[in-house]
């Protein structure tokens, strides 16, 4: 027996232990940041960049990034890097940051992260505001490509799935030419060793909404992975603004539901995300008030109207056999909206007319310990 314990032993120790350490290299105008996965590769000259799956294939090509109008392959622009160990919730990797500079206008700033056996790509954007003029942040794009899959059969088993929540509808399409999408999107088509598989969406929220928009042209593929604020935000002259706004990019995927499977438990991480489940009924104030046919009550899409829900619930007897929960809804859906704001002093200001009479928080319930205490 003890013999067969050492004969295992050593067979053990002959075994190879394989890390795919992530690696940043430049060769000439390139600068390639790559792991067993991914491999990305930026040209200091003019500015695109593609990125190879883990076979080795150009899934992403002549790829830029840009931040409201200015662009990384603008001629006029003076591109340098850096590069950062990384050690998060994530994993270990590294990061390259590419800094795009215009003599009299505000610098880019363009991050990727790739992390040590991840499938994942990983980016993140900010400016630097080196002018004497404030300047105002709405928009910026990490990946804009025109010229992805080339060359691939895109018509074949085409479907794309969509990342909308809320009042929009999540479908599944098939043959669709032109998507864009709120959050996420997932798309694929061939089958077989032609099978692709492209997942992107928001990883972190902080002050933008995500997008992603796909144009299917003949055997290539255009995308745009993007954030939008339609008020934006301000960056002070002389400062630096780099938020926690990453995006999530995946060329290895070996099927629809592990790939979103793998992209929403990276979410999770990245956020912290820790859901409260709860077991009782709730009421959902925009949909009560918005269908309320009592024709003698306003709509009571409020902190009052909340109040009396709660009142009515206790008057039904319904809290003698479960907990119940009444949700004050401050709900719009135009470009700019309340629900930036998430403070009581503009909830008890403004409100959406679909849902309530005048601003959500009203007398004698101005703040959210009042009424919901």
Known sequence: MNSKRLILSFCLTLIPIVHAHTSIEQTSNWVTISNAKNTLSFNLSDGFYYMLDEKGEKAIDYAYFQLGALHSKDKEATRTYSTADVNDDLGTGKCLTVNVNFQDDVNIIWQVFMYDDAPYVVFNM?????????????VFHPLTSRSSYAGNDNTDHFKALDGHGGGARTLVKNNATNIDSFNNLLFRFGTGDALRIFVAGGLTYKEFEKFVAVNRQNKKMCIDIYAEDPVGKGVPAGSRYLPDERFYVCLNNPNPFEALELY????????????????????????????????????FNDSKGAVEEMNRAIQSGVTRYTRVAIRLVPDAYGPDNQQGWWDDEHWARYGDPMSSEGPHYVAPYLTTKSWAG
């Open 126 to 138: 900010g400016v630097e505001n080196d002018t004497r003029q404030d300047y105002r942040l709405a």
């Open 264 to 299: 929403g438990k990276t979410l999770k991480t990245a956020q912290a995300i820790k859901l409260n489940y709860y077991d009782f009924p709730t009421e959902c104030l925009w949909y009560a008030s918005y269908i309320n046919r009592e024709k003698n009550r306003p709509r």
